[in-house]
């Protein structure tokens, strides 16, 4: 892997989420960028098997944002991996647009999942592993869950059933931020110990720090054999805006005009860029 | 109509390895052919049924044809958004496949009654939603839904349910079928209730009145020309069903009729916003639900008497 070039698209990712948000007037950045060093490795760090001009190419790994409302830092990779062209991030969520504020598979190439309400994406993916495991395919499946959406009883339901199907085709990552919308999570439900939940449902547990990309590289291509493996990142939510990382309320805000030069600074944004 | 239903799906599995059983623990003796000889076509995933149909999504979108098994309440009641979002939102070729339709798990009680799967899912876009009333019908049915591409509601009685034709018929997805032709009274039903409705005909016969009976085993889409014409031809028009009279056969044919500009003295027969009462057999259950054939007949002679 390139660690530089990683890096580097992280960093454009999280331009990225900014203009969308800019443009489409709103979005939850807390969540976008808290999964973007993630995704910055699936799509530029030689994890994912994919061909942009061939979304559908039957060789393809494939990614689900189960916490669809993440999907800025998503549609930002597509866009950069050349699935659609840049231009059409400055319109998202307008009428006309076929990008939404949260993933509509079909309508948008690369998106293999119409996500949005919680605790869909797990069972969908396991469903594809199933498939994929019945044709003796190689395919991985990587799905982002978020953690407060393991608050939904599905998301235990294929924790469940992934092992008992022996899915190590199957890779899910937690976007382990531990901020939900209202509050830190731990103070609304009690979820720790968190880690070894999934290691008594029989996952391949792995817990990184979800912002080293060498670290999640590593933890993207660990397999274990009959084992689904779960990845724990531990995230910040709003990472890499200073003011808004782990604080709750930017779950789905927009900056004011005292806020917003310290946020393009720190983004590295010109005013050119947000035209 | 649960074996009919099994028979034929085992057949199609058998011949087309797209295609998968899936159950939410449901069933486990009638499935020993399948375990033997279908292995990994049939999976049971245990009582998750969210997951299921998740699961069910993902696999069609590989190009599997799952069809996802179990008590129809469980499946369109506690996982109404997994059928609407992941299967319907995004026109994903599964099978959703309910037992125990209307009151049929009858002494097991209102939790396990699916008296109102219809009204839940008849909103959904891209969803066909077919009752067959028979085992022949079942298993027409169900080589119609494995034919038809997108998703499928089968809603299916249970086990010894009669034989409501005498001769073989073309089933045809959205065409109603007219069991019996008559000009006074039109009588549409659908699935376990038909049999009882055949009763009804019976007893208006014997006073001197000719029913019609138009079997409406698919509820999406439903087949307009078919109650036009019965509006046309008869006097008025009775719907019979095991489910709330909100939301289901009696609404959706009463929404053609609004439209229709056409005037018919209409009754809808069923359960009235309530769950259904009482225990014992299904027979049992639509005596006390008042949907029995001599309560349905008492129904269509009030609804002929007001227009005199």
């Known amino acids: 892997m390139d660690n530089e070039k990683v890096s580097r698209a992280a960093k454009d990712i999280r331009k990225w989420i900014y203009i969308i948000a800019h443009h489409a007037g709103g979005g939850h950045m807390g969540a976008a960028f808290s999964v973007t060093d993630i995704i910055a490795t699936l799509y530029f760090g030689d994890v994912l098997k994919y061909d942009a001009h061939s979304p559908k190419w039957e060789e393809r790994d494939q990614f689900i944002l189960s916490k669809g409302h993440a999907c800025y830092s998503l549609y930002a990779a597509l866009a950069m991996a050349g699935y659609f062209p840049e231009e059409e991030l400055k319109h998202v969520g307008m009428p006309g647009s076929r990008l939404g504020g949260h993933p509509k598979i079909y309508e948008v190439p690369g998106v293999e999942a119409s996500t949005g309400a919680l605790g869909h994406g797990l069972s969908f993916a396991i469903g594809i592993a199933y498939a994929h495991k019945m044709d003796k395919k190689d395919n991985h499946i990587y799905v982002i869950l978020g953690d407060g959406e393991c608050q939904e009883g599905s998301v235990w339901e294929g924790a469940l059933s992934a092992p008992t199907l022996e899915l190590d085709n199957l890779t899910v990552i937690v976007d382990h931020n531990k901020l939900q919308a209202m509050d830190d999570l731990e103070s609304i439900v009690r979820m720790r110990p968190f880690a070894d939940k999934w290691k008594a449902f029989g996952w391949n547990v792995v817990e990184i720090n979800g912002h080293n990309c060498a670290e999640i590289r590593e933890a993207l291509l660990t397999r274990e054999e009959k084992k689904p493996t779960l990845i724990v990142a531990n995230t910040i939510k709003g990472k890499g805006v200073s003011f808004m990382e782990n604080v709750p309320i930017w779950h789905y805000r927009m900056p004011n005009e005292q806020e917003l030069p310290v946020l393009m600074r720190e983004l590295g944004l010109s005013e050119e860029d947000l035209r | ?308």
């Open chain 2, 1 to 308: 109509m649960r074996t009919a239903y099994l028979d034929s799906l085992y057949n199609l599995a058998q011949k087309d390895k797209r295609v998968y059983a899936l159950i939410s623990d449901n069933g486990a003796i009638v499935y020993d052919k399948y375990r033997k000889d279908l292995a990994g076509q049939y999976l049971n995933l245990g009582i998750s049924e969210a997951n299921m149909l998740g699961m069910a999504a993902g696999m069609a979108s590989c190009g599997k044809i799952p069809f996802a098994y179990t008590i129809g309440a469980f499946l369109a009641y506690r996982s109404l958004e997994f059928i609407r979002n992941d299967i319907c939102l995004q026109n994903m070729n599964v099978k959703i496949v309910g037992t125990g339709a209307g009151m049929k798990y009858s002494a097991l009680g209102p939790t396990h009654h699916s008296t109102e799967d219809l009204g839940c899912l008849r909103s959904l876009p891209n969803l066909t939603i077919l009752s067959p009333a028979s085992p022949m019908e079942v298993a027409k049915a169900t080589r119609a839904a494995y034919e038809h591409m997108g998703p499928i509601y089968l809603r299916l009685g249970t086990n010894g349910e009669q034989e409501i034709y005498e001769q073989d018929y073309q089933f045809e997805i959205g065409k109603g079928v007219t069991l019996a032709e008559g000009d006074d009274i039109t009588i549409i039903g659908t699935g376990n209730i038909l049999a009882e409705v055949l009763r009804v005909r019976d007893m208006l016969n014997r006073k001197g009145i000719s029913a019609r009976i138009i079997n409406m085993h698919t509820i999406k889409p439903l087949d307009k020309e078919i109650i036009l014409k019965a509006i046309g031809e008869t006097k008025a028009l009775v719907t019979v069903e095991d489910h709330d009279i909100i939301g289901g056969l009696g609404s959706a044919v009463a929404e053609v009729v609004a439209e229709s500009g056409k005037g018919t003295r209409f009754v809808r027969v069923g359960l009235k916003e309530n769950f259904a009462v009482g225990y014992g057999t299904y027979s049992d259950m639509i005596g006390q639900n008042k949907l029995c054939a001599e309560e349905i007949t008492l129904r269509c002679l009030e609804c002929l008497s007001d227009m005199s």
